[in-house]
């Protein structure tokens, strides 16, 4: 396992849940709660300097299926533009249940999933980045897939 902080984004709509995990890569906490829009790129890649990031993994929302969706490509879009800024740093993995899995750990602590919806955005993306981390220890490898910066000459 690789030692360095990572970070891992829940990309949705209205907000994008952040989480990180600890220099050795072992634990995944919620962090903090961006809002879409204006600046939410800045204070990603302020977050991934703030905390020496090495890596910072996108969801890739996609349906049961496996197929494409509006989300998928807003994900996507979102990683592009992410990884333009901070170039061989981004990665894509599966966030498929995530926000699910999320809502049911608040729900199971007792805590009302309408009042903390900010809060369900960090811990779908502290589920996501647990994902990531349990890969890497077991595979030896990198999770997920490069995001190749916009015009540059990666595959």
Known sequence: MRPGVRLAVDVGT??????????LGMLASPL???PRGDG??????ALADEHAAIEVYVGRPSALSGRVTA???????????LAERLPGRVRLVDERLTTVSAQ?????????SRAGRAVIDQVAAAIMLEH?????????????????APGGDRG
């Open 104 to 112: 049911g750990a608040l729900r199971a602590s007792g805590r009302d």
């Open 14 to 23: 209205v907000r994008i849940g952040v989480a990180r995990s600890d220099a």
């Open 71 to 81: 989300s998928t490509q807003d994900a996507l879009g979102f990683a592009a533009a």
């Open 32 to 34: 903090e709660t961006v």
């Open 40 to 45: 939410d790129l800045d204070r990603i890649v």
């Open 132 to 148: 990531a981390l349990d890969s890497e220890r077991q595979s030896g490898n990198r999770p997920g897939a490069e995001v190749p």
